[in-house]
């Protein structure tokens, strides 16, 4: 069964680096998706992006993040200029045809910012 | 977004039928109603959704009210591997097909 891929499963980086998560959605799906999950917490949507661009982004999905489709197979979640506070996993799902399709989700990266 | 209630936590005995209700008694006529689990240590899963009619699949099934301010998901016969977090999720054809994750039910499956 086809599946979403992310890497690298975990990610150690100093505050103020630059970070790039890197995800392989299914090869037919149209819509991506990036979430993120701090230990012990919710499971919190950050951004959905359809047709090479940003559909819809959450209060926590601020400039210092950025979403990239580079080529036909990567989806990329970049961070900028990291904070404590990003410590987390992350999330990578894509779908079919959004809205109200299943969306299929990759095992995290966990970053770790020291 | 329309909210949803889930109890906190639920317990089961293995190879035993289990029923995990959901309320959302705010659905709107186009809602979805989603159902997920996360596994420990792992991304959230896919497990079945419906919007009107009861739903089946090789993993679960849907149970819908027929008012649809409730839903029920039900594991047929509980493995140890079951035990997870089961979110219920109401998705909107007016978005863009976010998932807000809740606290969701933890089911614990007994040997």
């Known amino acids: 069964e086809p599946e979403v891929t992310q890497t690298p499963s975990h990610q150690v980086t100093q505050m103020g680096q630059e970070v790039i998560l890197r995800c392989v959605p299914i090869?037919?799906?149209?819509?991506f998706y990036w979430y993120r999950q701090i230990l012990g917490q919710k499971v919190e949507f950050l951004v959905s992006?359809?047709?090479?661009?940003?559909?819809?982004k959450s209060e926590i999905f601020d400039d210092q993040f950025s979403v990239e489709r580079p080529d036909g197979s990567n989806f990329t979640l970049k961070i900028r200029s990291t904070k404590l506070e990003d410590s987390a996993m992350y999330f990578c799902a894509s779908s079919e045809s959004g809205r109200n399709q299943p969306q299929h989700f990759g095992d995290g990266t966990r970053l770790s910012i020291l | 977004d329309a909210k949803t209630t889930q109890p906190n936590s639920m317990e089961s005995n293995e190879e035993e039928p289990v029923h995990l209700p959901c309320n959302h008694s705010t659905i709107s006529g186009t809602d979805y109603i989603h159902w997920y689990r996360q596994l420990p240590s792992q991304g959230p899963e896919y497990v079945i959704h419906?919007?009107?009619s009861n739903v089946n699949n090789r993993m679960a099934s849907l149970a819908i009210a027929e008012d649809r301010k409730s839903s029920t998901l039900i594991l047929h016969r509980a493995t140890l591997r079951d035990a997870a977090v089961y979110y219920c999720i109401l998705t909107s054809s007016s978005n863009t097909g976010k998932l807000i994750f809740g606290q969701g039910t933890t089911l614990q499956v007994k040997p």
């Open positions: 090869s037919n799906h149209l819509y």
């Open positions: 419906g919007l009107t």
């Open positions: 992006f359809y047709n090479n661009e940003i559909s819809e």
